[in-house]
């Protein structure tokens, strides 16, 4: 055995080992007290002293109106709008590509049907109910049939740029309204049963954008779990990917004893505090693979360079929203033809970075039109790209979320990895903050609207998950 190749064998690797044992020691000891959730005030101007009887009012139906001059007047904007010109040798490398907006503008004002996918949202039962001062808006799908001693209510969470129209195929894939296929094993009481809750976040959707500055993930954790409390349900399941994934791992951390077990298709490490821990994992990783990577891991790893490189090719919006996002929401507030490039070219290459390659972005390969403008129309119809966007601002300028991130995830928990997700860590960071994970899947396809583009996969996963939390 050559000198080099004993020094790795007998010093390196061992003091790696070590050392890595110790910083994972470390991180267990990391403090895990749990930031105290004060209840703040988003409505407009001070709190009134009657706000609590406010926030006890039980919620009212909701339903989606449309008048005739907000269309008239959409029409008019599309009909009107400067699309620049593209590159030529180019795709979706700059971003949408002016001819293909072009494509989708026109399909917009004379096939797509906002009656019609009106007519969709609101077969859903909608509600808005006050928390904090705000109307939440949310949705309310009863199971098909409840089983003795099996009430199972689970709390779905969007995130940017997607809205509670992304879960609409799975909703009813939880609560059995619809048939589905089933998953091998799998008995019919765990086809049925679930009530679905999908909330739009504040500032998204149809629920009122807060109207104070400092609204983050954690406040959002709060009006959620103060809704599912709301509802008459003091135990629940909470699953999100995006924002949704973050609030929902909230959730968790602030409130064990009511979340029986989180399942997220997006999920991370310490967004804000990456421990020696993360980065030694990284580089022994990017050195020796086998050390780091499970086989399915190794499949859909990346060289670090690569890695970064790519994550900053997607996301110089986030540097944006961070910082700046009322400037930009300027222009899309006022040009519909902007909002979707702004969204859909999100909805393209987040599915798939590949498809940067593709002359229309791969979108329809997805998705059809009708489903992704119906995400662009709540935006549009809401007004709410600005404080959408804000959320990002607010998050990254709180000083609670160092706290959660020493807050370890101790419910049950649920991972689904996607292999076209933009952000991925191997299982042994995502340990990290999860700690109890009880189901970890490596699924076949799928990116990051993993419920809008794979709903099956996600309603078999979600299914699995609480099958093994309801074994345990």
Known sequence: MGLLLKLIV??????????????????????????AMVDGWWGRGPAPSSSEKED??????????????????LRRRLHNARIPDSIEGTEFEYGLRGDFLHVLVKYWMEDFSWEKQQAKLNALPQFLTKVEGIDVHFVRVEP?????????????????????????????????????????GEDDDDVTGFEVICPSIPGYGFSEAPHKPGFETGDAARVFYKL??????????????????????????????????????????????????????QVVGEKWPSLIYTPAEMKIRQPQMKYLAELLKETGYMHIQATKP?????????????????????????????????????????????????????????????SSMRFYKEYFSSDEIPQWDSVPVLVPSGIAVFPNEILQHT??????RYRN????????????????????????????????????
Not at 229 to 244: E, S
């Open 56 to 73: 006890q009012k039980p919620p009212v139906r909701f339903s989606i109106t449309t008048s005739n001059d907000t269309m008239i007047d």
């Open 326 to 386: 009322d400037t930009v929401a300027a222009g899309l507030s006022d040009s519909p033809a902007g909002l979707a490039a702004y969204i859909l070219e999100k909805f393209s290459t987040w599915t798939n970075t590949e498809n940067r390659k593709c002359s229309d972005g791969c979108i329809t390969k997805y998705f059809t039109l009708d489903e992704v403008l119906t995400n662009v129309m709540i935006y549009w119809l809401n007004g709410n790209i600005g």
């Open 228 to 281: 599912m409390r709301k509802l008459g349900h003091d135990r629940f399941y909470v699953q999100g990917g995006d924002w949704g994934g973050v609030i929902a791992t909230i959730m968790a951390q602030a409130y064990p004893n009511h979340v029986i077990g989180v399942h997220v298709n997006f999920a991370a490490p310490p967004m804000r505090s990456f421990s020696l821990g993360v980065y030694l994992r």
């Open 10 to 35: 007998f010093i390196v690797i061992p003091l790696v080992v070590a050392l890595y044992a110790f910083l994972a020691l470390q991180g267990d000891a990391q403090g895990s007290e749990v930031p």
């Open 427 to 432: 299982r042994s960071i995502v340990e990290l």
């Open 437 to 472: 994970i009880v189901h970890y899947t490596h699924q076949p396809r799928g990116g990051h609207f993993a419920a809008f583009e794979e709903p099956l996969l996600m309603a078999n996963d979600i299914k699995a998950f609480v099958r093994t939390v309801e074994r345990l």
């Open 144 to 184: 098909k049939r409840r089983f003795e001693g099996r009430k199972r209510a689970i709390l779905l969470i969007h995130g940017w740029p997607g809205s509670y129209w992304e879960f609409y195929k799975l909703i009813p894939m939880l609560t059995g309204t619809e048939d589905n296929k089933k998953t091998k």
